[in-house]
Each structure stands twice: as structure tokens, then as C-alpha cells.
């Protein structure tokens, strides 16, 4: 096992710049997920972390060496794609065991590795079987079995799940943790996807336009985003973004929305904003779960106000509603008894103790 380093690493392909100076330290043991919308860069830096890509600038450290011109055979990784590519002719234990027979391990080396990962996976009964026989969870597991027998020092996960229904997708995306609790594999995961990332990293790292946006535990990002991207990629519904101000109103700190609505900000977000020059253009963020239905006797920094719902979505155990907060659309999230129907007026309430106030121009988090 390993850690790996990324050091001002760079691609081009003629004129695109795909990944535009890139650092980041991987710990020997983490689970690391590289997230970002398509074309952000994430396939390329992995691509180039196994040795499939060359490097245009910079370096890559695996396990302290430079790899920069190191096949990818000797560099010690196992890639898992999402097209699995599993050898229709050869059974599961002998997909398996394909890279370390062409490698002369010994048999009972090979038995005892094969038969160690199919337990793991929760595929021995399946051993015989030709992957015809197999459905697109199993065929999965036997890819990521073929992984595990080598004893990697990295596992390089590239989108694996994308091919795979939603309820499988879910259900491998424990497998996969489990699996990674249980041998520490160092792990870089590509996925486009920002529930798997929140799910399975230790840390994400966010990508766009072929930069690194943030890196930072799933709660970090969440709740501490450092951009409008990233506080807009992670988290669905998305965070709201609503144009607002700061005013003093006799020795207090509103934030205005528009003439007509302006809400009075708690001591501790007074205390943190209270500095920001009145004039700048913000932006008010707010997550749909901040903004619910009002209730009486509500805790300070819960302000209520009215509005008209465009279209609600009834989801079970809470209810989404959409509607327009001064010409700009807003998620929120209220109880399924809150009485919210398309196109009636319902009081509602943001809670202000978790908002974000965001630099309109910029995008920064302020
Ligand atoms: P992601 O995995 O985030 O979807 P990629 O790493 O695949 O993004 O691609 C990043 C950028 O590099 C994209 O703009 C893509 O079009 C470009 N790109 C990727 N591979 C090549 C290539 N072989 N030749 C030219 N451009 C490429």
C-alpha cells in the first residue's frame, strides 16, 4: 500500500488544456473521490495516475518514487472501469486469477488470494460460473475481485457504477466500501456523480475546468463549501442562491432581498458579516432543508414570510416545494402535513443560524 502525490501535474492534448496544474497528497489507506461534472478533467488525472496517459508537465509520486515514466505494469495499481471487460471464455476464478497466472504465481499462492477475495465479495458460490451467467452486480464484483488478487499498492476506480441500474448502483456502492474497509487499499474514484463521492471518500476532491475547486471530507464540503460551484455540485436539491444586501437598520444587520423583504440576521451571522462593505452584490445561499414550513414559537434566526408554491414534489417522509422568492427559484423542504399544494400560498420559514452569504461577482463564500 501507498500514498500518492500530485505535484503541478499537467495535461494538454494540443491546444485543450484538460488538467491545469493539479497538487494533491493522497494517504497511504485513504479513499480519495475526484467528482465533477463531464470534461472537468477527473478521468484524465486518474488515466494519468495509472501511467495510461502521459504527463505534459509536473509529477506523480507513488509511494514516495516519481512515476512520471513508469509503465502502468509496473507501477502497482489495479484499475477497476466501468466497462468491466471480463474474459467471456474463462470462468470466475480463472478471470480472477488471469494477471497473477501471467505473472507465474504459485498455484496455491493463486488459490488461496482467489479464494480470500471471492469471500470477500460474497461471490464463492459463483466461482465456476462464465460471466454470461452472471448478472451486472456479480460481473462487477468478480472485476473488482480481479483487483483485490493482485494486492495492489492503489486501486483506480473509474466511473465502475455508471452501467449499473440505480437500486444496484446503491447497493454496490456499500460493497465497495466494505470491501475498502477491509483491505485499505489506497483509492482514487472517479465518479461524476455527488452522492457516490459523498458516500464512499474519506475526502472529495472537487473539479472544474480541469482545477481542483476544494478538497475536503464530505461534511466539510457540504457545509463549509469555499464556492458557489462547489456549494451548487454537492448536495441535492441544490443549494439556493437568492440576490440580496446587507443594510443596518437602527444598530442591527438585515440582509435585503428586495424592497419589500428583508430579514434580520442572527448575532452570531451579524458578528461574522458585519464587516462586508454594504454595497457589494451577494448572493444568499441557503440549503432546501433551511427554508420549512413556519411554525409558531420558532427559534431565533428562523424568520417566516409567504409565498406562492409552483409545483411541489410529495416524497414520502417530507415534501419538496419550488416557487419564486423574488424572481428567483427556491428549494425548500416541509413536513408531508404542512398543507403545501401546487399553486396555493403557504407560510414558510428560512432558518438564517445555517445560511451562507456568497460574493455575487466572484462566487467565493464569504
Ligand atoms: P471527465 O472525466 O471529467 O469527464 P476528461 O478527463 O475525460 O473529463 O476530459 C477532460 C477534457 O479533456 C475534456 O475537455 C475532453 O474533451 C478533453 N480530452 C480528453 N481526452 C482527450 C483526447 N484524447 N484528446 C483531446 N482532448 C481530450
Same mark, same amino acid.
Given at each position: 500500500m501507498a500514498d500518492v502525490t500530485l505535484r503541478k501535474v499537467v495535461k494538454r492534448y494540443d491546444d485543450v488544456e484538460a488538467v491545469r496544474g493539479i497538487d494533491l497528497d493522497i494517504a497511504d489507506h485513504e479513499f480519495v473521490v475526484l467528482v465533477g461534472p463531464s470534461g472537468c478533467g477527473k478521468s484524465t488525472t486518474l488515466r494519468m495516475i495509472a501511467g495510461l496517459e502521459d504527463i505534459s508537465d509536473g509529477d506523480i509520486m507513488i509511494g514516495g518514487d516519481v512515476v512520471n515514466d513508469v509503465p502502468p505494469k509496473d507501477r502497482d495499481i489495479a484499475m477497476v472501469f466501468?466497462? @468491466?471487460?471480463? @474474459?467471456?471464455?474463462?470462468?470466475v476464478a480463472e478471470n480472477m486469477s488471469f494477471g497473477l497466472r501471467l505473472k507465474h504465481y504459485p498455484k496455491a499462492e493463486i488459490k488461496s488470494r482467489v479464494t480470500e477475495a471471492a469471500r470477500m465479495l460474497d461471490i464463492t458460490d459463483l466461482i465456476d460460473r462464465k460471466p454470461k451467467q452472471l448478472s451486472g452486480g456479480q460481473r462487477q464484483r468478480v472485476a473488482m475481485g480481479r483487483a483485490i488478487v493482485r494486492n495492489p499498492k492503489v486501486f483506480l476506480f473509474d466511473e465502475p457504477l455508471s452501467n449499473l441500474d440505480a437500486k444496484l448502483r446503491v447497493q454496490m456502492r456499500i460493497e465497495i466500501k466494505k470491501v475498502h474497509q477491509k483491505v485499505r487499499t489506497t483509492t482514487v474514484y472517479v465518479t461524476h456523480d455527488q452522492v457516490e463521492a459523498m458516500t464512499l471518500a474519506d475526502r472529495v476532491v472537487v473539479m472544474n475546468h480541469g482545477r481542483i475547486e476544494q478538497i475536503g471530507t464530505p461534511n466539510e464540503l457540504y457545509h463549509k463549501p469555499a464556492t458557489r460551484f462547489v456549494a451548487s455540485f454537492i448536495g441535492s436539491p441544490a443549494m439556493n442562491f437568492v440576490p440580496c444586501r446587507l443594510e443596518d437598520v437602527a444598530g442591527k444587520l438585515n440582509v435585503r432581498l428586495t424592497d419589500r423583504l428583508a430579514f434580520p440576521l442572527p448575532p452570531a451571522r451579524a458578528a461574522r458579516y458585519g464587516s462586508l462593505p454594504r454595497t457589494d452584490k451577494l448572493l444568499l445561499g441557503i440549503r432546501p432543508e433551511h427554508v420549512m414550513e413556519a411554525r409558531p414559537h420558532a427559534e431565533p434566526g428562523i424568520e417566516p414570510f409567504d409565498a406562492v408554491l409552483d409545483v411541489t414534489e410529495p416524497m414520502g417522509m417530507e415534501t419538496l416545494v419550488y416557487f419564486t422568492l423574488e424572481g428567483s427559484q427556491v428549494c425548500g423542504r416541509v413536513n408531508p402535513n404542512a398543507g403545501a399544494q401546487d399553486g396555493s400560498p403557504l407560510r414558510l420559514a428560512v432558518d438564517l443560524n445555517n445560511m451562507h452569504l456568497l460574493n455575487e461577482v466572484t462566487g467565493a463564500v464569504l
Open positions: 466501468q466497462n @468491466y471487460a471480463l @474474459y467471456p471464455h474463462m470462468t
